[in-house]
């Protein structure tokens, strides 16, 4: 079992609608919390960071971070066709910068 | 600035064959790590080093060797190459500390192994 968990999805969402995105993690010694889209073909692009426990928000994107239930999610807000990629979740274990994927989830924005 | 690179970008290579993937970061950062990439398997960590002179196993080090030659380049060995280790290999790199949401990407190197 991997330390980070994803939904593999894919996970389809109409234009406008709100997409959400959900990881687990094993280990509660897990400091930090990072979403990473990721385009075919393409490298992953950190799009949102968070460590403290409840809601974060940039723009159109929130993450939410839960350690007591060690679950983190990606709330994509007015969805567009131009969020259709890959979403990784990773998480740094035990403070020693040792960063870990989840399998990641397939999103499609459906116009 | 160029961020993170990686040379090569493409690579075949026959079974048995060795390689050195190279990582260079320009960005003054502590954290260095090497990923596979397979289909369906997200990233997987395969070594990553903390800190210049420094470097620990992650999920899948077997049949890879890195060193951290200064702060700013890392590099990936592989002394025996396997079909199995036809990958996207990814190099990234980031300033330590949960404070820090820094954690960049090279553009990859994919290698085949026949």
């Known amino acids: 079992q991997k330390e980070v968990e994803q939904n593999s999805g894919p996970l389809s969402v109409p234009e406008g609608a709100i997409a959400s995105l959900n990881c687990t993690y094993s280990?509660?010694?897990?400091?930090?919390f990072f979403w990473y889209r990721q385009y075919s073909g393409k490298s992953p692009e950190l799009i949102m960071f968070?460590?403290?426990?409840g809601d974060k928000e940039d723009g159109r994107f929130t993450a939410q971070l839960n350690k007591a239930s060690q679950y983190v999610s990606l709330l994509i807000r007015d969805s567009q066709p131009s969020d259709s990629a890959t979403y990784l979740c990773a998480a740094e274990m035990n403070r020693d910068d040792k960063i870990i994927f989840g399998k990641g989830t397939r999103l499609h924005i459906l116009p | 600035n160029a961020g993170v690179t990686q040379t090569p970008k493409f690579q075949v290579l026959k079974t048995g064959q060795s390689m050195t993937l190279q990582c260079a970061q320009d960005m003054n950062h502590n954290s260095m790590y090497w990923y596979r990439q397979d289909p369906g398997m997200g990233l997987r960590l395969i070594y990553y080093s903390a800190s210049e002179g420094t470097t620990d196993k992650g999920e899948v080090p077997n049949g890879y060797n890195v060193s951290r030659l200064n702060k700013r380049e890392f590099s990936l060995r592989l002394e025996s190459a396997a079909p199995s280790q036809t990958s996207v290999y990814f190099c990234a790199s980031r300033t330590a500390g949960r404070a820090y949401n820094d954690q960049f990407f090279g553009p990859g190197t994919r290698l085949t192994v026949l």
């Open positions: 280990d509660r010694g897990s400091q930090s």
């Open positions: 968070i460590y403290s426990n």
